[in-house]
T-cell receptor, first 116, second 114 residues
Framework: AQTVTQSQPEMSVQEAETVTLSCTYD???????LFWYKQPPSRQMILVIR??????QNATENRFSVNFQKAAKSFSLKISDSQLGDTAMYFCAFISPEGGSEKLVFGKGTKLTVNP | DAGVTQSPTHLIKTRGQQVTLRCSPK?????VSWYQQALGQGPQFIFQ???????QRGNFPDRFSGHQFPNYSSELNVNALLLGDSALYLCASSLVGGPHYGYTFGSGTRLTVV
């Protein structure tokens, strides 16, 4: 079974500082994709960043970057220069299209609070 | 460019009743997936619709059923509601074969069963 584990239920960071959210996953597949989604109080899931498993290079999107360690099945999210608007639930998610599956498997989430 | 639209935003139902939730996908998307997000949990996959057919299903009982219309919009129906069905129901759309680019989610329907 494919699983995603986020071991930090809650985290906090001061505005302008850097924070790292952890995620590990378990799969026997070789071709898969990993995502970080942000869910603010508005409830809409917003895609923050994605990583293709076959790419060695870590993905970056402005202040957001990932540390993808395929052998360790680890996929952490680093947020630099944290802003108040980054306060939200963050979910790590996994999808493996092998076998025709298109379902996202989510972790339980990390609640991030950015303090002024 | 409209994103994913869900209705209603909130709903209160009594145990044993039936409910229908609605979703309009993002313009240009042809595939709709439904997720259930219980309080404090990550979303769980219910099922996916493409070309008006259920394409894939998660571990949910037959009380959960769906439909996709020719304009790609979709409905989620839940029969014989249980207290445990209380959750946020999220709709997500994508292009078939393209979810690895990331789904587009709606803001969800908050269902409360009393």
């Amino acid at each position: 079974a494919q699983t995603v584990t986020q071991s930090q239920p809650e985290m906090s960071v001061q505005e302008a500082e850097t924070v790292t959210l952890s995620c590990t996953y378990d799969t026997s597949e070789n071709n898969y994709y990993l995502f970080w989604y942000k869910q603010p109080p508005s409830r809409q899931m917003i895609l923050v960043i994605r990583q293709e498993a076959y790419k060695q290079q870590n993905a970056t999107e402005n202040r957001f970057s990932v540390n993808f360690q395929k052998a360790a099945k680890s996929f952490s999210l680093k947020i630099s220069d944290s802003q108040l608007g980054d306060t939200a639930m963050y979910f790590c998610a996994f999808i493996s299209p092998e076998g025709g599956s298109e379902k996202l498997v989510f972790g339980k989430g990390t609640k991030l609070t950015v303090n002024p | 460019d409209a994103g994913v639209t869900q209705s209603p935003t909130h709903l209160i139902k009594t145990r044993g009743q039936q409910v229908t939730l609605r979703c309009s996908p993002k313009s240009g998307h042809d595939t709709v997936s439904w997720y259930q997000q219980a309080l404090g949990q990550g979303p769980q996959f219910i099922f996916q619709y493409y070309e008006e057919e259920e394409r894939q299903r998660g571990n949910f009982p037959d009380r959960f059923s769906g439909h996709q219309f020719p304009n790609y919009s979709s409905e989620l129906n839940v029969n014989a509601l249980l207290l445990g069905d209380s959750a946020l129901y999220l709709c997500a759309s994508s292009l078939v074969g393209g979810p690895h680019y990331g789904y587009t989610f709606g803001s969800g329907t908050r269902l409360t069963v009393v």
